[in-house]
């Protein structure tokens, strides 16, 4: 149960899905059950993975009650058919509810994924996105209580650091369950290749100077992610650094209320909003940046350190497991736009403190987040699931 192929597709990760699904090849076949139909058109080079898009039963929403019922009738259908040994939710959310409820209904063990603290992502959307509803409200509680609902019966629970681990413990999960396992990286994140064609042609098309600072900012433009905080850094910057540019890289709900705060703010011909890229434009990027801010981050920490980028970075959730302050990277207080600004201006202004910070980001990054240690726990977690249940399997 996983999210959209055709959005790995996009950001050129395809070549990801087997090291994702089935590290080391420890499966004979691996079922990708997707809710999005442009994931039926994906072509896979690897053939033990089989992709089964559900079909609705009503173009509403996919938690209208017709589509979850629909949907879990397709999936037992899948599970008994192809006689599945373990299923693994890669969301909590709906994919993660239907796992759930498939493996206690066929006592198949069900593994869940938990990125982080799923509460912090509503209640930040809840508070700073686009208006307060009393279907917000409803939403959000919801949302609540099925999470509770997963992490309370899952047979296991895989998170990829520490704070996430605590997270699901004041949920309530049982700690015995949750197994930490680093966000799994694909091996190429620690080549510096560049495509400079694909540079060059953002560089025309912007008018961007590469002799002058660039801060560069990657991931979507929501609430969530606090982007919209960190604009508010641009003009302090600009007052002490006239000449610096501010690429985003990204898109969603806020670009348009972001492109017009940067006209209020006086600061719309040193930001660039480029939109949602590909990895390659992406890394080309990563590659000339003089420093990459994180207000709120997924494995943008984790590119910007492949390529060395000094990193500035709000003090949430996990970061600080990553970055130590003047070490891999500058940590400010959450939410303080002034103090993000007074950060930048520090590592524009400290090209020492700067390098230091960016070559130890590397240097931990290869040494803690290395895809084979990982695969390793990954399979090990597998391994147990799968002998436990062995005695009982309902296939036999």
Request: charged letters at 25%.
């Amino acid at each position: 149960m996983d999210s959209s192929l055709a959005t790995l597709e996009a950001k050129g990760n395809l070549g990801y899905v087997n090291e994702l699904y089935n590290p080391r090849n420890i499966f004979e076949e691996v079922h990708h059950i997707s809710f999005y139909s442009k994931d039926s058109k994906i072509k896979l080079e690897d053939k033990t993975i089989k992709i089964h898009v559900l079909k609705r039963a009503t173009d509403g929403p996919l938690w209208h009650p017709a589509n979850v019922l629909f949907f879990f009738l397709q999936i037992i259908k899948i599970t008994i058919k192809n006689r599945i040994s373990v299923i693994r939710g890669r969301s909590i959310g709906l994919a993660g509810f239907l796992g759930l409820l498939t493996g206690k209904m066929s006592g198949v063990p069900f593994i869940v994924s938990l990125g982080g603290n799923n509460r912090l992502d509503r209640e930040l959307t809840f508070r700073f996105g686009n208006g307060l509803t009393h279907l917000k409200v409803l939403k959000k509680t919801f949302a609540d209580l099925v999470e509770i609902v997963i992490l309370r019966n899952a047979d296991y629970i895989v998170v990829p650091n520490a704070y996430t681990k605590n997270y699901a413990i004041s949920m309530k999960a049982d700690e015995k369950r949750i197994k930490i396992v680093g966000f799994t990286l694909k091996r190429d994140i620690f080549e510096k290749k560049v495509d400079k064609a694909e540079l060059d042609k953002f560089v025309k098309q912007f008018d961007l100077d590469l002799r002058k600072a660039i801060v560069l900012y990657i991931g979507r433009l929501d609430a969530y992610k606090q982007v919209d905080v960190i604009l508010e850094s641009v003009p302090f910057i600009l007052k002490e650094k006239p000449d610096t540019q501010f690429v985003f890289i990204g898109d969603g709900p806020l670009r348009e209320r972001l492109e017009r705060k940067a006209e209020t703010l006086n600061v719309a011909e040193k930001v660039y909003f480029l939109g949602f890229q590909p990895t390659n434009v992406v890394k080309a990027f990563l590659s000339i940046s003089s420093v990459v801010w994180i207000p709120m981050s997924g494995f943008v920490v984790f590119e910007a350190a492949a390529f060395e980028a000094p990193i500035v970075a709000f003090d949430i959730e996990w970061h600080h497991e990553f970055i130590s302050n003047e070490v891999t990277g500058l940590l400010v207080e959450n939410r303080n736009f002034r103090e993000m600004a007074y950060a930048v201006i520090k590592m524009l202004e400290s090209p020492k403190l700067a390098k230091k910070c960016g070559e130890s980001a590397r240097q931990k990054l290869i040494k803690e987040y290395n895809p084979q240690t990982l695969n390793e726990k990954e399979i090990e977690i597998y391994k147990s699931v799968l002998n436990t249940a062995s005695a009982n399997d309902w296939r036999n």
